[in-house]
């Protein structure tokens, strides 16, 4: 590693199962990118790669080997040469590549043949930003095992999926709930019709959401529950923020809603100014509840 | 025995695409609905079973969810039986900076601060704050103090620490405003090396044993 940028970390698919003793899940923000990079180079979907923010990223290769770059597009050089995202490229040995800032959205991955061997915690390889579980964040000069086990390079023949977006505007959708009802219907109103900004708080953790203030109804404090991934929860502050790949395994604020699960990439690429719309996914009063005969 | 659920569950709703939530009675030990969601077929299609202190949330196939949500309401679980779990016997040397302190705010002596810290059986109560951190309740009232009134930027990993009703040992190093009275003498409860990492589990009886 000649320069991690703001931040590079190894993400795989995460530490799912351990949420009960306060393991927070990591894994890649945009876990369509991480998957897409590993395919071009024959990996497994979940194998862990090298995770970029906003460019600014060298490494040198120290043996040959196939890689591949998706997610936040970058200007990358093999040496002199431009290099093609999502497609595998051949590095040989003592090769540098370099990426700059992306055009748009902001995390970026770095996939390689055989993947980032690093010991794994607790069955994952993935830096845990938040609890300091799994590997350090990368620093200049370090130096990472590539594993043997990769499969042939191969260029999909599927059509690819973007999270990352050039719009400046997104409509995002969400289910209501659980703690939908902490709020009131005027309240829930304004949070689905109101245009929201991404603020410019980047971290793994969550996405800060600016724009009207949305107050609860109750003035109890909610006991600490297990939350889902792309939870939206609201602090008395009354911005909301949404809960993304490193969030904590429980909260203690209500969670007005829920972001689908095919936008929460989406949301993670979202460059801050970017404004955010939020579409229920159905309408009622906030939650989905079991009745008596057991249906929803 | 068993106990008929009706009651105990407030609702059961879904959550996202890939979640559910229990909400139980203030009566119900969320630990009991947490070992019936762990025993039920659907299980292995879970990723994430984590009780609270009144809810019971669950990550994974949407399927199982509608199954175990279906189930919960007429579920009927094992009680707790108070003999489950091991006994853990932690040594520790009592050397925290603030056991002085501790020792003038209850108003015991130091020695009788050691005394009656060690000579309590604790059961580990719930996991959370930090990755591993399990919370041994219950601190005998006389050492109940609240936490300090501004952390501690960092509390080296080992740390044996108390505040309101519970004692602790800090997994990690991390941030802290508990009170900490000792050290961990002993080999890690928190392992993420090991299967599985936790080398204490909800219920079990922990003691803490004096190395001078």
């Known amino acids: 590693m000649l320069s991690p940028g703001p931040q590079a970390t190894i993400q795989d698919g995460g530490r799912s199962g351990h949420g009960h003793l306060g393991v927070p899940r990591a894994g890649a923000m945009d876990p369509l990118a991480l998957s897409q990079a590993n395919r071009l180079v024959g990996n497994p979907a979940e194998t862990a790669a090298i995770e970029f923010l906003l460019g600014g990223f060298t490494i040198r290769f120290t043996e040959a080997a196939s890689f591949s770059l998706t997610g936040a597009p970058v200007a990358a050089y093999l040496g002199p040469t431009p290099v093609s995202r999502n497609r595998w490229t051949y590095a040989r040995p003592g090769d540098v590549l ?77 289910h209501w709930g659980p703690r939908a009802d902490w709020f009131t219907e005027e309240t829930c109103r304004t949070f689905r019709t109101a245009t929201w900004r991404v603020s410019s708080e980047v971290d793994r953790v969550a996405a800060r ?17 297990g939350v889902h991934p792309g939870s939206i929860q609201v602090p008395p502050s009354g911005q909301p ?10 909260g203690g604020y209500p969670v007005i809603g829920v972001l689908c699960e095919r936008d929460l990439g989406r949301m993670a690429q979202a460059a801050p100014g970017t404004m955010v719309s939020m579409r229920a996914t159905r309408a009622g009063d906030g939650t989905r509840r079991m009745n008596k005969e057991g249906s929803w | ?46 990723t994430e079973v984590i009780p609270a202190a009144r809810t019971v949330f669950l ?42 302190e501790v020792a003038e705010r209850t108003g015991l002596s130091v020695r009788e601060v050691v005394r009656r810290h060690s000579g309590t059986e604790y059961r580990v109560a719930f996991f959370g704050f930090a990755p591993g951190q399990a919370f041994f309740s219950a601190l005998p009232d006389v050492l109940r103090v609240p936490r300090r009134p501004s952390p501690r930027v960092r509390v080296p990993s080992g740390s044996v620490a108390i505040a309101n009703e519970f004692t602790v040992i ?21 392992n993420t090396q090991a299967q599985p990492p936790n080398a204490v589990d909800v219920g079990d009886r922990v003691v803490f044993d004096e190395v001078r």
């Open chain 1, 209 to 225: 959401l600016t724009g009207p203030r949305l107050p609860h109804q109750c003035l109890e404090q909610l006991p600490t529950e």
């Open chain 2, 59 to 100: 990550l994974g196939r949407p399927s199982a969810l509608d199954r175990i949500g279906r189930a919960i309401p007429t579920a009927a679980w094992p009680e707790v039986d108070e003999r489950r779990g091991k006994t853990v016997v932690v040594p520790v040397r009592y050397d925290g900076p603030d056991l002085h």
């Open chain 1, 98 to 174: 370099t990426a700059g800032p992306p055009a748009y959205g902001l995390w970026t991955y770095l996939a390689v043949a055989g993947g980032i061997d690093v010991p794994p915690v607790l069955s994952s390889r993935s830096t845990d930003s938040l609890s300091g579980l799994g590997p350090p964040p990368l620093a200049p000069r370090d130096v990472l095992p590539v594993g043997s086990g990769g499969g042939t390079p191969a260029v999909p023949s599927d059509v690819f999926v973007e999270n990352a977006s050039a719009g400046r505007r997104l409509e995002l959708s969400f």
């Open chain 2, 1 to 46: 025995m068993t106990e008929p659920a009706s009651g105990a569950i407030t609702s059961v709703r879904r959550v996202g695409d890939r979640g559910l939530l229990i909400e139980l009675a203030e009566r119900v030990d969320a630990h009991r609905v947490a070992a019936f969601v762990r025993d039920h077929p659907c299980a292995p299609e879970l």
């Open chain 1, 241 to 250: 923020l949404v809960f993304l790949a490193n969030h904590p395994p429980t």
């Open chain 2, 170 to 190: 800090y997994p990690l190093d991390s941030p802290g405003g508990w009170n900490l009275i000792g050290t961990r003498a002993g080999p890690p409860l928190w």
